[in-house]
């Protein structure tokens, strides 16, 4: 991998080791700094200005979509869209009619479908060229420089530069092809699972990276996963049923489920799973609940409660559902056998164990489908959101209940899902030690 690092400040010069080139950008630094041992890209806003160039100056310039100058320096010619992602053709027709000896593309991502149209592009662009997507979205673009094709990449060395820009301390110890995996959802601004991922694959020796893919629409993920290698993704709200239309086979878990968190991508099949289960049995077995004969409330209909409803009833548990959306929960019970009630009908006496597969305390406030205001501390609780005391723990602890932790079940699902991504065992402790 290539790395030009872009500069911040001049005092980022001292910052740029690991890099092979630097950027200077005209719009953010006012002359052209001596920058021993690196080969230079002076990024010109406006029209270029050569004069500014250091005697003997032997690197590049970015001339944007000005004309190309009279003199011997390496051009390259440069375009931005801040919005959006054209079409493939549209993006390598204006590639390709560039002047500078090479083409550079910068474009929005918003969803699958644009890293398609990029990638696409790359392939139909003869010409030098640096293809990037912008934003979260587009930040493996960054990352998979040989599958595009590109010259080169960017990298930050003190603040970024540009949207969905990685450090160059990232991209450096990242290497040639490091395995690519995220997580997809919506939204995901909240979400620990990156932090949590991150720190256990550097922990465990693991080559790799964890994003962030924050999108509503699937189209082309498939196309995506398999174009940038993307080794595997979780699968958060509010695609965990969904996601089955988009994979090429899954196991009998996810089958009777209805849902998977985990896509691993063997060789170019997409394979599902459901680790979820194996983090909610984790999580209760930490906290000394057995389930065999015990009767739960579940609220929520999604596909965290699809999973918890499945292990709960195949471990002899008695499952009641209900939701605020009262189509998704009898759609749940018919499919997993449970018994439905309707929204604000249910409250938790009777009940050995209360569950919250809702958002709510995550994303806002809002209100519970059933009533929580009757614990008592003979009564276990078990809230899958995490990293915050929402109403249901605070109400729960009050009453002396038996508490099961979120973040055991996310630190347990995530890592089984690296173990069938890298084949490593044994990380539930990495994963743990970062959330806390």
Partial sequence: MKI????????????????????????????????????????????????????????????GENAVPDTDITTISSCHNYELTPPAEEIADLLGKMKGDISKGAFKVNSFSDLRSIFDASVRTRKKHVLLGMGGLGTVTRIRQDALGNEFTFAYAGEPTAPGQLSLDEMSCLGEHPMITGILGHPLDKSMSPRMHNAAMKKAAINGIYLKFDTCDLRHLGDAVRDYDIRGLNVTIPHKSEILEHLDCFDEDVRAIG????????????RGYNTDIIGIEWAMKQAGFNPDGRKALIMGSGGAARACAYILGKRGCCVTVTGRNEDTSRSLCRDLGCRCLPKDSASVPGYDLIVNCTPVGMYGSGEYPADICRLTGHQSVFDMVYGTETHLMSKAKEAGARIISGEDMLAMQGAASLEIWADKKDLFGYMKEALL
């Avoid at 002359?31 to 010109?44: E, M, N, R």
């Fill in 4 to 63: 030009c690092a872009s500069l911040s400040s001049f005092s980022d010069t001292e910052l740029i080791g690991k890099a092979d080139m630097a950027e200077i950008r005209t719009d953010i630094l006012d002359h052209v700094p001596d920058v021993p041992g690196k080969d230079l890209l002076v990024t010109f806003r406006g029209v270029p200005d050569l004069s500014i160039l250091p005697k003997g100056f032997s690197g590049m310039i970015d001339i």
């Fill in 259 to 270: 849902a998977a968190n985990t896509i691993f991508n063997s060789d170019g099949i997409l």
